[in-house]
T-cell receptor, first 112, second 117 residues
Framework: QKEVEQNSGPLSVPEGAIASLNCTYSDRVSQSFFWYRQYSGKSPELIMS????GDKEDGRFTAQLNKASQYVSLLIRDSQPSDSATYLCAVRRNTGFQKLVFGTGTRLLVSP | DAGVIQSPRHEVTEMGQEVTLRCKPI?????LFWYRQTMMRGLELLIYFNNNVPIDDSGMPEDRFSAKMPNASFSTLKIQPSEPRDSAVYFC???????????????FGPGTRLTVL
């Protein structure tokens, strides 16, 4: 079992819809969770972080964490074609350490 | 402000040759990370440094890979000898030191696309 799992997609949504990206992780001691966006041919960039159970909202983005189910998700409201990218879920196991484990990413396609 | 700088951006070499990838982290950052990204395995951490000292090299695939950080502004990742299965995009990233229990964002360089024929 991979430590961080994501559906590779592509996830196709029409412009204006809500895109829902999901991620599961295997290590129960994981403390911190991150979503990175990576455009084709570019480097990853951090868009959201979440540390506690529940929801965290930032503009059109909402991260959701459920530690009991070992599940983290990213919702993108009012999806735009510019949101088309690969979204990487990353998990940090222990506090005090910078090491991240990444999933293989979900490709999102937003059609006009 | 300049971000993380990597060179070369593209490298094509033949199997058996030595390859050296270079990275200049963001000035003032204490952590430096080397990652490898492939379609099959995604983004994998190879090694990371704190204040120029290697902290965790458990992701380095084998002895053919080595990394150094001689000073705070420069790091190299060397593959000798290279093999076709080393073909991937190699990213360098840097971040500030931790503040308590918080996490400091890792800023990625543009990557080096390596092709080993």
């Amino acid at each position: 079992q991979k430590e961080v799992e994501q559906n590779s997609g592509p996830l196709s949504v029409p412009e204006g819809a809500i895109a829902s990206l999901n991620c599961t992780y295997s290590d129960r001691v994981s403390q911190s969770f991150f979503w990175y966006r990576q455009y084709s041919g570019k480097s990853p960039e951090l868009i959201m972080s979440i540390y506690s159970n529940g929801d965290k909202e930032d503009g059109r983005f909402t991260a959701q964490l459920n530690k009991a189910s070992q599940y983290v998700s990213l919702l993108i409201r009012d999806s735009q074609p510019s949101d088309s990218a690969t979204y990487l879920c990353a998990v940090r196991r222990n506090t005090g350490f910078q090491k991240l484990v990444f999933g293989t990413g979900t490709r999102l396609l937003v059609s006009p | 402000d300049a971000g993380v700088i990597q060179s070369p951006r593209h490298e094509v070499t033949e199997m058996g040759q030595e390859v050296t990838l270079r990275c200049k982290p963001i000035s003032g950052h204490d952590y430096l990370f080397w990652y490898r990204q492939t379609m099959m395995r995604g983004l994998e951490l190879l090694i990371y440094f704190n204040n120029n000292v290697p902290i965790d090299d458990s992701g380095m695939p084998e002895d053919r890979f080595s990394a150094k950080m001689p000073n705070a502004s420069f790091s190299t990742l060397k593959i000798q000898p290279s093999e076709p299965r080393d073909s991937a995009v190699y990213f360098c990233a840097s971040s500030l030191a931790l503040a308590g229990l918080s996490y400091n964002e890792q800023f990625f360089g543009p990557g080096t696309r390596l092709t080993v024929l």
